[in-house]
């Protein structure tokens, strides 16, 4: 069996923003020269989700409006958690979206439906955090 | 490190739909010959669903009440992905509901709690679309 | 390829509760030996929950509050799964919070950012409920 790791980087320039790092695992996987196998990509901050849909700018306003109907932002004073800090809504977004995927490689390549792309979730942003690439296979 | 892959296809009748597709699973894990791994079982389409949970006529009627309460289908035009589509809604259901579930297989089965079952989800059907299962372990 | 099984069991005091479980997944991975590869943390109860989000008891108390306010229990008649039982809602709140997480095993430890923890989250307890920790790797 063998294995692989990598952390890819963000900053984002708004508190909350999607983008699609589809190309970015791609490359981990020829990187890793597994063939078949699985590869987990994870947000490592808890603000943050990594999630699979489809690459639409009107659906991703969707998400953007529907989430912050489900677990707004503001007043900030309504969550408990915003003692020191101001992104209780962050954690709740990011429950909904998921922190993982898992997905399939095979014959090295991810082994997609026709409209499937990964997006980083960000919901807490203007600051460096990152995302975990694990392959494991052969 | 042994591994397996296959799709299972559905068109449901109607447009929202739960499926209970563990045997299908069940066999693939026999036809695998794998006894000892992780299966991941995931819809390959945006707008569909692979979760775990009980396989319960009543409780099944409350995930469609709950999820059109909470991602409307309608109207429409409340969404800004429906310009030439009208299944922005069964994207975001399928957000809660989750796209897979990786599942351990031990001693050659589904490693299950009591009540475990799997179940596709289809939040926007009449047409053919797939879940991949794929299977990793020795 | 190595794999290793076992189950955490619990009997929560409340009906709803929060447990970090993360020391019980690191004696896991040691008790294991397994270096490089994916451990699966998953509820084996459907009305039950694996997640991975902050140890912070102002956002604990949000979770439920939000939670309550998304798929309130009460009152048990507005579900149908509600016959025989009264536990539709943790059903529903275990669908947003989600089954298991997939955490990446790197030099023989939790690929973890810096306030990842993972969580036993309890929507129906008061009886003993198990979860499963599966380990594949090398």
């Known amino acids: 069996m063998k294995s ?35 590869v987990l990509v994870n947000a490592m901050h808890i603000t943050a989700s990594v999630f699979i849909n489809d690459d639409e700018s009107g659906l991703l306003h969707d998400f953007e409006v529907w989430l912050e109907k489900l677990a707004p932002e503001k007043p900030h004073s309504q969550y408990k958690h915003n003692g020191f800090e101001d992104n209780a809504d962050g954690h709740l977004k990011r429950s909904i979206m998921g922190r993982e995927v898992v997905v399939a490689v095979t014959e090295g390549q991810l082994d997609f439906g026709p409209w499937e792309q990964i997006f980083y979730g960000e919901f807490d942003g203007k600051r460096r955090k990152r995302v975990l690439v694990k392959i494991i296979g052969e």
Chains 1, 2, 3 share one sequence.
Request: charged share 40%; proline share 3%; aromatic share 12%.
């Open 4 to 38: 692989y790791r990598k952390e890819l980087w963000f900053e984002t320039k708004s508190r909350r923003e999607y983008i699609n790092i589809t190309p970015d695992v791609e490359e981990c996987i020829n990187e890793s020269g597994i063939k078949e196998g699985m």
